[in-house]
C-alpha cells in the first residue's frame, strides 16, 4: 500500500527468535494453544504492556478512588496524544481521544458547517448511517460513487464529482484506506491535491490501516484521520482516535456535541471552543482505555509499523495460497495491487448462511468474520454481494495458525472436499 505506507520491502524482516517472543508477549496467544485468530480486523489480540496500563489504572482507581487516581496519572494521560501523534506524523495538539472512530468521524462531520460529502460504495456502515441520517435531517448533502479499480482513475471520479457539487456548501470527500470488506487499500495518489484543489476536506478512516500499515498523515495530505485501537494497532475495545489537520482546525467549527472538556464557558451567554482538537473530546471518559490506547501506539512504534507491514504480507501470502492449494479459493483482491492483509472470500452455497459458517468456526478454535449488509450495504450491493468471508491475520499469525484454519473449514464443512 505504497500510498499509505512506506515500501514494506524496505524493512528488515523479523526472526523466528523475535516472532516468538513477540508470541509470548500475547496473553491470547499464549493461553490458547488451540486458537487461531482470523480476526485481527474485528477485534485483535493485545500484548501484555496494554494489559499492564489497564491493569495499573484498576489498581490506582480501586484504591485512591477516579478523581485521585486521574490526578495521579495525569502526566502519562497527557503523553497519550504525543504517542498517537509520533505513530501517525501529526502533531499532539492535532490529536483528540474519543470512544470510537466511528465517533470520531461523526464529530468531524457534525463540524462541517452543512457540507456536500463525496463518499463510495466502500464507506463503513457507521459513516454511511451517519450520513443518511443527516441527509434525512437536511443537515448535508452527499453523493455516492465507485472506489474500485476502473477504467477511470480515482482522481477523476473525484475531480468530476466534486466539480458538479452544489454551489454554496464546502465539499468534503470521505475514503476508506482499506476498506471493511475488501482488502485492497484505496488509491491515495493525487487524491488530497484534487479535493484541496476544490476547496474540500479529505476525511480518511484509516481503521483497517493503522497498526498494519505505516500511516503518515502528512504525506497522505487528509484533513480528518480517524481510527479505533481494537482492530489492527492491538489496543482496547472503546478508544478511538481523531487527528485533525492544521487546516481541518481551521475549516471545522464546534462540534454538536461540544461540552465542558471541549470549550471554555466564559460570560453566561458565550462558549469559546479551544482552537485545538480537544474541542472534539468529551468531559467523560475511561483513563485505563486511553492509557492502554497510548501503550497500544508506544508497542507498535517500538515493533516498527514497517516490519509489521511486510511480514503482514508474507502472512497474506502463504494464507492465500494455502486456501487456494486445498479448496481452490481465489481472494477477492487477487491480481491486484496494493493488498493489504484484510483477505475477502465470496462463500460457496454449499456453506450456507455466512455468519453460520463464522460460529461454526468458533465452535472449533478458529475466529474468522463474516461481514454483511450492516456494515457494508453499498460495497456488498455494487459488488452483488450477500456478504463476504473476511480473513484477517496479523504479524504474529503463524503456519500453525493457517492449518488449524484448513482443517476447521473441512471438518466443519465436510461438502468442501475437491
Do not use: I
Given at each position: 500500500m505504497p500510498a499509505i505506507a512506506t515500501e514494506p520491502g524496505a524493512a528488515a524482516p523479523f526472526t523466528e527468535a523475535e516472532l516468538a517472543r513477540l508470541r509470548?508477549?500475547?496473553?491470547?496467544?499464549?493461553?490458547?494453544?488451540?486458537?487461531?485468530?482470523?480476526a485481527h480486523g474485528s477485534a485483535s489480540l493485545p500484548p501484555e504492556p496494554v494489559y499492564a496500563q489497564w491493569q495499573a489504572w484498576l489498581e490506582a482507581e480501586r484504591t485512591l478512588g477516579t478523581h485521585r487516581a486521574t490526578e495521579r496519572h495525569a502526566d502519562a494521560l497527557h503523553a497519550v496524544?504525543?504517542?498517537?501523534?509520533?505513530?501517525?506524523?501529526?502533531?499532539?495538539?492535532?490529536?483528540?481521544?474519543?470512544?470510537?472512530?466511528?465517533?470520531?468521524?461523526?464529530?468531524?462531520?457534525?463540524?462541517?458547517?452543512?457540507p456536500h460529502v463525496i463518499t463510495t460504495h466502500d464507506e463503513y456502515g457507521a459513516n454511511a448511517l451517519h450520513l443518511l441520517n443527516a441527509a434525512r435531517q437536511r443537515r448535508l448533502g452527499f453523493s455516492v460513487i465507485g472506489a474500485r479499480p476502473g477504467?477511470?482513475?480515482?482522481?477523476?471520479?473525484?475531480?468530476h464529482a466534486l466539480r458538479h457539487a452544489p454551489a454554496g456548501s464546502r465539499p468534503v470527500v470521505s475514503l476508506a484506506a482499506v476498506p471493511t470488506a475488501w482488502g485492497a487499500a484505496t488509491p491515495m495518489d493525487g487524491v488530497a491535491r484534487c479535493v484541496h484543489a476544490h476547496g474540500g476536506l479529505l476525511f480518511l478512516d484509516a481503521s483497517h490501516a493503522v497498526g498494519q500499515e505505516p500511516v503518515d498523515m502528512q504525506a497522505l495530505g487528509c484533513d480528518v484521520l480517524v481510527f479505533p485501537t481494537r482492530k489492527w494497532l492491538r489496543g482496547p475495545?472503546?478508544?478511538?482516535?481523531?487527528?485533525?489537520?492544521?487546516r481541518a482546525l481551521e475549516a471545522l467549527g464546534t462540534p454538536d456535541a461540544v461540552d465542558v472538556a471541549g470549550a471554555q464557558w466564559l460570560e453566561a451567554e458565550r462558549l469559546q471552543p479551544w482552537s485545538d482538537a480537544r474541542r472534539f473530546e468529551g468531559h467523560e471518559f475511561h483513563p485505563g482505555l486511553r492509557l492502554a490506547l497510548g501503550a497500544a501506539c508506544d508497542y507498535a512504534l517500538a515493533v516498527d509499523p514497517a516490519r509489521i507491514a511486510r511480514q503482514n504480507a508474507l502472512i497474506r501470502q502463504r494464507l492465500a495460497h494455502a486456501l487456494q492449494e486445498r479448496f481452490g479459493w481465489q481472494p477477492l483482491e487477487a491480481g491486484l495491487p496494493d493488498r493489504s492483509a484484510?483477505?475477502?472470500?465470496?462463500?460457496?452455497?454449499?456453506?450456507?448462511?455466512?455468519?453460520?459458517?463464522?460460529?461454526?468456526?468458533?465452535?472449533?478454535?478458529?475466529?474468522?468474520?463474516?461481514?454483511?449488509?450492516?456494515?457494508?450495504?453499498?460495497?456488498?450491493?455494487?459488488?452483488g454481494l450477500p456478504g463476504v468471508l473476511r480473513l484477517t491475520p496479523h504479524y504474529l499469525t503463524d503456519d500453525d495458525e493457517i492449518a488449524r484454519l484448513v482443517e476447521a473449514i473441512e471438518t466443519t464443512n465436510p461438502r468442501v472436499h475437491r
Open positions: 509470548r508477549d500475547t496473553p491470547a496467544w499464549g493461553a490458547g494453544a488451540h486458537l487461531a485468530h482470523f496524544r504525543a504517542s498517537v501523534a509520533r505513530l501517525v506524523n501529526a502533531q499532539p495538539h492535532q490529536v483528540a481521544l474519543l470512544g470510537s472512530a466511528s465517533q470520531a468521524w461523526a464529530a468531524a462531520m457534525s463540524a462541517a458547517h452543512a477504467a477511470t482513475p480515482l482522481t477523476q471520479r473525484l475531480d475495545r472503546g478508544a478511538g482516535v481523531l487527528c485533525l489537520s492544521q484484510l483477505l475477502t472470500y465470496r462463500l460457496p452455497e454449499a456453506f450456507g448462511d455466512g455468519a453460520a459458517f463464522v460460529r461454526r468456526l468458533a465452535d472449533a478454535g478458529v475466529h474468522a468474520s463474516f461481514v454483511g449488509p450492516q456494515h457494508a450495504r453499498w460495497a456488498l450491493e455494487a459488488a
